[in-house]
């Protein structure tokens, strides 16, 4: 038997990243008592040498190496570039809100390097395995990255219980994975499609299988009725992870659900739209009215995040490449769009309050003009309403939906998306009209925190007035 | 003549930037935040005078016309255009800023900024909506809109504020949706998303209903028209004066201006089989919502029950075309219909505009609205009486007025198409006049009422120049509607081959 030694090329983002992860993981140790940020801005570096790297070896076609397990294409360099772009946002954030409460510590950012280079191997994997060991990186980092916030009960509560769920739902997909095997023996995305085209597998077991393979990415995502664990675990998670936990892994969530159903069983779409499209609608309506009655708005967030996995899927049910192109806009906008509502969160944070409660929102406006404006053109943004960006999300996959012959579907989710805008206008009413008894100013806390809001949201106005080249680039990377 | 730019963009883009400048640079400025914006709206009033000058009323073609890619993906357009169908439309929303500025001027005193800024945003906007040719910018504008609406009824309105504009909101979002997926629908089918390309494409039966009533509740909701009215009196009557101003001066022409650029041309059919459900709707909007308007205590409120009943002679004029036709076997009456359709819509801008702006300077002086607290006004003010009684009478369409030509075009072209109609519609003189003027006679005829009004003082200069604009104009467009009727009509003849002709 021949050894060849694969091609590494592919992958060097991803060995690079590992290797200053580790490097900084060790350094750490030894810098932490002088020099605090020592971590923080290494961290920060390496994330935009890797994103320097994945730009500077773009590639349009598509490389598979490692045997077969790992797959390069343009498909993944831009969900990579915008993991990468979003964790710097989500970097600057947590440290100073980690500096504000006081659990400062460095082990955050290399975990949070680790989650990076989780996502990055779930965004190429081209098997299961390889699949399962991205997850899993992922995953376990986010579990400690919850409980680091040791002397918060809640938070500890938290990880526990995303750890019990998270580990049930990853029970759920490897056993939907065996199966699969067990239908096809193989575990290779492309192969297994093969397979099951020239009708070789028994269909019985393969249905099986996807049955738990989409319970366990509803799981992951977050949809129903899958969702539970989702307005717990950010409720009572730190602000920071929670920003952490709600945006990056949505888009690497979203390449796990496109690399399995798309590049591995297409052969079943039939059987897996049926199942998408019930989830999609529980979600959007679960969203919509349950996210009314919130008095959190991390919570809030939780359920209108959940009401936005079921528009992502929308784009699956469309079942061809534009459908998916305008759910990966959809999932990149989602994730920058909750880089900023959970980052203005964050950056009111003061000491003793989380400022996550709609009531710390009242009258706002009087107390800082300029972030009720941002808050506003975030909430405008998730709600859907031209001219901000989110509104593109929505009509890209509305769009497809109905070119797919399903307006009725069209027609469900306009509503469950003019429900929705009360909340989001709730939160604005509760800015504007409402007057705070307190009428002393909320200041960030610094004005680099300021600047990063008002940087994300004023970029959900420009990418709404000028969206074309995102669209262009999402469009052409799966045509 | 514009300097070389591209006029429409100027007229878009001008007050939005401007009303973005008020807001970041105003804090604290109110001087600044004021006549910078008055500035801003004059110059725009100013610029979008060659719009009227230059236009060629020989053609129903789209004029100053601008196009570029916007959205390639989708093939999505900056496309931008007028005929006579929206110009005047947008000539009543830049001569009514003007008028909104100054009536804000010594009103409003908290956060001036914010309120210049979000009225110089909405001008843009609408003027936007007024001249997109494509139907997603069309849409984004139209949307964009709710969001300062939102924003200025929530903030400066009166009590129940808060409630009103929610239900303001969320009514005219979900009427927009259903339109959205309608446009959706039709670019499937025909790869385009310009508004001229859908009113070319043909569309099968079934489809045609379901595009027709989701534009119709987008627009009625817009309009608005029975039984989605609702949400206008409330959010009137806690306006400001200026919110219930461009509310009812402009943006219930987007709903009107809707039908025209987009049901009537785009569902012709769905338009003929469906015209009785809005014919009756209008003709309810007419005799009961003017029932109900006289017996309002509340004059901001009897003045948004006229607008629905008024607004109702809009719709009615637009979709008695396919009953005309069939009596008649000719287009001439109908085309009475359609222009006094049009008409109507202007008159109505300045009407009721001129009533709130009336209503407005009432309660500045007392803080009141109740027709109760008032009496005898014209012993104190006799040059408000004087506006008030003149913009009265034009409310209830008296000859001489504009409220007069549209609705005797419209009640002329429906005994055409059916003498019932003609009955019905024509009681609205009756009624019209009876709600209008029993609150004139209440408010400001008869012995002074009380100590309040006892010490009332007559309108300053700047009030003065507001109320001899708008008489001005409601008497000119009175006497002499010609100019007006010669823009509008190659576009409404166009219109009308368009609404009569099949498209299955």
Redesign the interface.
């Known amino acids: 038997m021949n050894f060849i030694i694969p091609s590494f090329a592919p992958a060097i983002p991803e060995m690079v990243l590992l290797a200053l992860t580790s490097l900084i993981l060790v350094a750490d140790t030894f810098w932490s008592k002088r020099y605090q940020f020592a971590t923080y801005y290494a961290a920060q570096l390496s994330l935009v040498f890797v994103g320097y790297l994945i730009i500077s070896s773009f590639t349009t076609s598509t490389v598979i190496t490692f045997d077969g397990s790992f797959v390069r294409d343009s498909f993944a360099d831009i969900l990579k570039l915008f993991i990468v772009l979003t964790t710097i946002g989500i970097f600057v954030f947590s440290r100073e809100y980690l500096l504000q409460f006081k659990f400062f510590a460095g082990e955050f950012f290399s975990l949070g390097l680790f989650g990076v280079l989780g996502m990055f191997v779930m965004v190429s994997a081209n098997n299961l395995i390889t699949m399962y060991l991205g997850l899993e990186i992922m995953s376990l980092s986010l579990y400690a990255m919850i409980a680091m916030r040791k002397d918060s009960a809640h938070a500890v509560e938290s990880a526990m219980k995303y750890f019990v769920l998270g580990a049930l739902a990853t029970g759920m997909l490897l056993y939907g994975f065996s199966m699969i095997y067990g239908a096809t023996g193989s575990i290779t995305f492309t192969e297994m499609a093969k397979i099951i085209e020239a009708g070789n597998a028994d269909k019985v077991v393969l249905s099986f299988g996807l049955v738990f393979i989409v319970i366990g990415l509803a799981f992951k995502l977050g949809a129903v009725p899958f969702h539970m664990w989702m307005p717990d675990v950010y409720q009572g998670a730190p602000s920071a992870v929670t920003l952490y936990l709600a945006t990056a892994p949505k888009i690497a969530g979203f390449a796990m659900m496109y690399r399995i159903l798309i590049d591995g069983l297409p052969g079943l779409v039939h059987d897996w739209q049926g199942l998408l499209i019930m989830i999609s609608i529980l979600s959007m309506v679960v969203g919509a009215f349950v996210a009314i009655v919130q008095d959190n708005l991390k919570r809030m967030l939780a359920y209108s995040g959940i009401g936005h996995v079921g528009f992502i899927l929308l784009g699956f049910i469309a079942a061809n490449p534009e459908g998916y192109s305008s759910a990966m806009f959809y999932v990149i906008i989602y994730a920058i769009t909750g880089v900023a509502g959970f980052g203005m969160i964050v950056a009111l944070a003061k000491t003793g309050n989380e400022f996550d409660k709609i009531s710390d929102f009242v009258g706002l406006?009087q107390r800082n003009?300029w972030m009720a404006?941002m808050m506003?053109f975030i909430m405008?943004s998730m709600a859907g309403?031209?001219?901000f960006v989110g509104?593109?999300a929505k009509?890209l996959v509305?769009?497809e939906v109905?070119?797919a012959g399903f307006?009725w579907l069209?027609?469900v989710a306009?509503?469950t998306?003019?429900i929705s805008?009360?909340y989001y206008?709730k939160v604005?009413?509760a800015m504007?009209?409402?007057n705070n008894e307190d009428k002393s100013k909320v200041d960030t806390i610094s004005s680099e925190l300021n600047w990063a809001v008002s940087l994300v949201a004023i970029a959900l106005l420009v990418m709404g007035i000028l969206?074309?080249s995102l669209?262009?680039l999402c469009?052409s990377s799966l045509a | 003549m514009t300097l070389g730019l591209p006029i429409l963009s100027t007229l878009i883009w001008l007050p939005i930037i401007g009303g973005l400048l008020v807001l970041f640079l105003g804090r604290d400025r109110d001087n600044f935040a004021k006549w910078f914006s008055l500035a801003i709206a004059v110059l725009t009033f100013l610029l979008s005078l060659p719009l009227w000058t230059q236009f060629d009323t020989t053609t129903a073609a789209m004029q100053f016309v601008e196009k570029t890619p916007w959205i390639p993906t989708f093939n999505i357009q900056y496309y931008l255009g007028v005929d006579g169908l929206s110009m005047p439309l947008i000539l009543l929303t830049t001569f009514t800023q003007v008028l909104v500025v100054l009536s804000a001027w010594t009103v409003i005193k908290e956060r001036v900024e914010q309120y210049m800024g979000a009225f110089l945003i909405m001008q843009g906007v609408m003027i936007g909506v007024f001249a997109a040719l494509d139907a997603i910018l069309f849409y984004v504008f139209w949307e964009a809109l709710l969001i300062p609406m939102f924003v200025v009824i929530g903030k400066w309105g009166g009590p129940r504020r808060v409630y009103a504009t929610l239900k303001f909101f969320l009514y005219t979002f979900l009427g927009s949706v259903f339109m959205l997926v309608a446009f959706l629908y039709m670019h499937y089918q025909s790869g385009s998303f310009s508004i001229l390309d859908f009113q070319n494409m043909p569309i099968a039966m079934t489809a045609q209903i379901f595009i027709f009533l989701a534009f119709l509740v987008a627009f009625a909701v817009k309009i608005p028209m029975f039984p989605v009215h609702t949400w206008l009196p409330d959010a009137h009557v806690e306006a400001p004066t200026a919110g219930s101003v461009v509310l009812a001066a402009i943006m219930l022409k987007m709903g009107g201006y809707g039908f025209v650029r987009f049901s009537l041309p785009i569902t012709p059919d769905a338009s003929m089989t469906l015209d009785w459900l809005v014919i009756i709707l209008s003709l309810i909007a007419i005799l009961y919502i003017g029932l109900v308007a006289l017996v309002q205590n509340d004059m901001k409120k009897l003045v948004a029950y006229s607008s629905i009943s008024h607004m109702g002679f809009v719709t009615l004029g637009m979709f008695l075309v396919y009953d005309i036709v069939q009596n008649t076997g000719s287009t001439q009456g109908a085309m009475i219909g359609l222009e006094g359709a049009m008409i109507q819509m202007v008159s109505h801008g300045f009407i009721s505009g001129a009533m709130f702006l009336a209503i407005g300077v009432l309660y500045d002086r007392m803080h009141t609205r109740e027709i109760s607290a008032y009496g005898g006004v014209v012993n104190k003010m006799p040059w408000f009486g004087f506006f008030a009684v003149l913009f009265a009478m034009a409310n209830a369409g008296l000859p001489g007025t504009s409220g007069f030509v549209g609705e005797f075009m419209v009640i002329i072209a429906s005994f055409k198409a059916n003498i019932w109609y003609g009955f019905v519609a024509a009681s609205t003189l009756i009624i019209g006049a009876a709600y209008t003027l029993w609150m004139v006679k209440r408010v400001f005829f008869g012995p002074v009422a009380n100590d309040n009004v006892a010490v009332l003082e007559d309108l300053n200069k700047r009030e003065m120049m507001i109320m001899w604009t708008l008489a001005i104009a409601i008497v000119v467009l009175g006497v002499y509607p010609a100019p007006l009727i010669d823009v509008m009509h190659s576009s409404v003849a166009q219109l009308l081959v368009q609404a009569t002709t099949s498209k299955l």
């Open positions: 406006n003009p404006l506003l405008f309403v031209p001219p509104f593109y009509l509305i769009e109905v070119n307006t069209a027609v306009v509503i998306a003019v805008a009360f206008l604005v009413k504007y009209f409402d969206p074309s669209i262009s469009y």
